[in-house]
């Protein structure tokens, strides 16, 4: 009996069309969370995953004038854990208007939380630590958080990241000689400078003349790190994409691009960089906008830089791959790279004026949109009159990914979580590893079981959510078992869940269309 059923071009194309179906029915409802952790505001703006499989969330919570760090924990389901603070969220009130960007774990479970305190009319950078279930840890710097106060104007981190000895370094903005520069501060495991590491504990970095602004940040093995963002370029009109690479006492690597600087020109528009990674080989993947302040025609953008800090020819046209356009905020804010060497690209899709999208996409390893991946090589989750921004994206073992951010819609903004499948599933495995192993005929399914002692049940729902089909008892105690279809299946995805001692298993399906 063949494990499952055969994929068709024409049903392939069809379910690609159709995002929801790539979304993981074990996760939140249909695959989605959607959660009011706040009356007014919350939302995730950073996210990361425990070894045990539950994400960690970090963003701002509460309303303007009075907005507070969001911390929250969900279980492997999307539900709250209950284990975190007792809810499964937490808020911190340090000044005015408070806001955590960016999220990391230690080894010991303790978690990390970066990004800005208002007091006034200027922000300084905040940094966190929490205990593994959501209290402030004492240990770090007396009282569990830290305030940095670098320039006389607005202060800012956006990334964070733990090195293998403990040591924490952030990346960020703050000013240096009147203009705004990229950041770096690292800090030892108590939270005091690491006076070792630039001038006592910082590096400040112009790029170009004018402005910069650092908003990823990624680790090398050896020490060394790399920052992306954008900077000004010579006439200091426009914003170009920037990486800057560090030697692990802070200095600038002049083996990359020859200052440690590399600067790309995407186009004459003003282009932004929000996302980075660093693959295995060295090149680094700077994902952004083009024409950030453009209304209609706003383009997600991934450019590959080669180790050298020179533009990857071979990726993209010319370095660059330009996806969705749409207008502002559309762009692209953060990266996963899978172990096959694919690109995941997460974001934010404006296709009108009322519309935000959270947005994904799956690049090959040159560039080119994966069109085995969703429509065309991504997928949005939107609506006319939704508000939808997802700037944070977790790559999880099994190869599902979930992407976070807001739903706004209705004058109520909340966190949102969307776990999808990078390849839909095959299969169902169970606890001890064994697979159940299914054909779909045109009258029935054939499933092989491993036995069962008590009751066991399974149900069919097409892909618009609808249980089409559901069987107990006898129909499922045989091994191998067919279940009977009353009425032939229509063309599209299926869902047959199993659900038995074992637990609650499910795997899609494909009914070719002959319409298409």
């Known amino acids: 009996m063949r494990p499952f059923l ?38 995730a703006f950073a996210m990361v995953r425990q070894p045990d499989g539950k994400l960690v969330i970090t963003g701002p919570a509460g309303q303007t004038g009075d907005l507070q760090v969001l911390v929250a924990r969900y279980g492997t389901d999307g539900t709250l854990d209950a284990s975190f603070d ?42 966190m630590r929490l205990t593994a279930d959501g209290q402030p840890d004492d240990s770090f710097d007396a009282d569990g958080h830290l305030l940095l106060d670098l320039s006389p104007s607005n202060d800012k981190a956006n990334a964070i990241a733990v090195r293998p000895d403990g040591r924490i370094l952030i990346a960020g903005n703050a000013q240096l000689d009147g203009r705004e520069c990229m950041l770096l501060a690292q800090f030892a495991p108590d939270g005091a400078p690491d006076t070792g590491f630039g001038d006592m504990g910082t590096v400040k970095q112009l790029v170009g003349t004018g402005n910069s602004q650092a908003n990823a940040l990624a680790l090398l093995a050896d020490g060394r790190c790399v920052v992306g963002g954008s900077s000004f370029t010579d006439d200091a009109t426009k914003y170009d994409l920037a990486a800057c690479r560090f030697l692990a006492d802070g200095t600038p690597d002049p083996s990359f691009s020859g200052d440690g600087v590399a600067v790309v020109a995407v186009s004459p528009d003003n282009d932004k960089g929000y996302a980075l990674a660093v693959q295995d080989d060295g090149a680094v993947l700077i994902g952004g906008v083009r024409n950030e302040v453009s209304s209609t025609q706003a383009t997600v953008i991934l450019v590959r830089l080669d180790a050298a800090g020179g533009p990857d020819l071979a990726f993209g046209t010319g370095g660059t791959a330009s996806l969705f356009v749409g207008g502002y905020p559309t762009r692209g804010e953060d990266i996963a790279l899978q172990p096959d060497g694919r690109i995941l690209l997460c974001g934010t899709a404006s296709p009108a004026s009322d519309q935000r999208d959270a947005y994904l996409c799956r690049l090959n390893t040159d560039g080119t949109p994966d069109d085995g991946f969703g429509n065309g090589g991504e997928l949005r989750y939107g609506a006319p009159g939704h508000y939808r921004e997802t700037p944070t994206l977790v790559l999880q073992p099994d190869g599902k990914v979930v992407i976070g951010g807001i739903d706004a819609g209705g004058g109520v903004v909340n966190a949102l979580l969307i776990r999808y499948f990078t390849d839909l599933p095959t299969g169902i495995a169970t606890t001890d590893g064994a697979s159940i192993r299914m054909a779909v005929g045109a009258d029935g399914i054939t499933l092989a079981l491993p036995p069962a002692a008590g009751r066991r049940t399974a149900a069919l729902v097409d892909g618009t959510g609808r249980t089409v089909a559901q069987w107990a008892g006898p129909d499922l105690s045989a091994s191998p078992c067919t279940l009977p279809f009353a009425h032939r299946l229509a063309a599209g995805v299926h869902t047959l869940t199993v659900t038995d001692e074992a637990g609650r298993r499910s795997v899609r399906f494909f009914v070719p269309g002959t319409d298409r």
């Not at 009130?93 to 080894?107: N, S």
């Open 6 to 43: 055969l994929l068709f071009p024409a049903a392939l194309s069809m379910i690609a069309a159709r995002a929801q179906e790539w979304t993981d029915p074990d996760f939140g409802t249909a695959g989605v969370v959607n959660t009011a952790l706040d009356p007014a505001y919350d939302g």
């Open 86 to 127: 007792g809810d499964g969220v937490n808020t911190f009130d340090i000044a005015d208007d408070d806001y955590g960007y960016a999220i990391a774990l230690q080894d010991d479970g303790k978690i990390l939380i970066a990004g800005t305190s208002k007091n006034g009319s200027n922000t300084d950078i905040l940094v």
